[in-house]
């Protein structure tokens, strides 16, 4: 007797169909995977504000920021907002910083405006570095305070960037 090959599917072998149903799936995952490693890494800036009178800036003014991430490094900027003219041309702020916990840092920036030369009367950014990158370690309110060594005018509000 001879033996003879038959035609058919073989049960232990995946059809093409579940193969590239297997391969969607691997893909997404991948995908997801990546996705949510690089998320961790590229974290979004966040930004806190606070409107100041134009006409005279003296006074302290407060902002706060709800942490959750506690492992990225985040360098702090602080930005003015103001219109074309400014007095003065420099500006020196104390920034304290007040965490969860109730721990103090205070540090000193300045912020020089160069000049503008506009007629419009639309307002104008200026931002400098105000601490470098640390890691917020604790989740919770972290609390902004800044406050002009010097009162200032033609600032219409302050920020800082989280980033």
Same mark, same amino acid.
């Given at each position: 007797m001879?033996?003879?090959a038959?035609?058919?599917p073989?049960?232990?072998?995946?059809?093409?169909?579940? #193969?590239?149903?297997?391969?969607?799936?691997a893909? /997404? /995952?991948?995908?997801?995977?990546?996705a949510?490693?690089l998320?961790g890494?590229?974290?979004? #800036?966040?930004?806190v504000?606070?409107?100041?009178?134009p006409?005279? =800036?003296? *006074?302290?003014? !407060?902002?706060s920021?709800?942490?959750?991430?506690?492992?990225?490094?985040?360098?702090?900027?602080l930005?003015?907002?103001?219109?074309?003219?400014?007095?003065?041309?420099?500006?020196?702020?104390r920034? &304290?910083r007040?965490s969860?916990r109730g721990?103090r840092?205070?540090?000193?920036v300045?912020?020089?405006?160069?000049?503008?030369?506009?007629?419009?009367? *639309?307002?104008?950014?200026t931002?400098?570095?105000?601490?470098?990158?640390? &890691?917020?370690? !604790?989740?919770?309110? =972290?609390r902004?305070?800044?406050t002009?060594l010097?009162?200032?005018?033609?600032? =219409?509000?302050?920020?800082? !960037?989280?980033?």
């Open positions: 001879e033996a003879t038959t035609e058919g073989n049960p232990r072998k995946p059809s093409s169909a579940a #193969m590239r149903w297997l391969g969607n799936i893909a /997404v /995952v991948t995908l997801a995977t990546s949510t490693v998320a890494c590229l974290s979004a #800036m966040r930004t504000a606070a409107d100041v009178p006409e005279g =800036w003296s *006074r302290p003014v !407060e902002m920021h709800i942490n959750r991430d506690t492992l990225t490094l985040t360098a702090l900027t930005s003015l907002r103001h219109s074309a003219v400014v007095s003065p041309s420099t500006g020196v702020f920034v &304290a007040l969860p721990e840092r205070v540090d000193t300045r912020v020089d405006i160069p000049p503008i030369v506009s007629r419009t009367g *639309r307002l104008h950014e931002s400098a570095p105000a601490l470098p990158p640390t &890691a917020f370690s !604790e989740p919770g309110e =972290w902004f305070t800044v002009p010097r009162a200032m005018q033609g600032v =219409w509000s302050v920020a800082i !960037e989280l980033n």
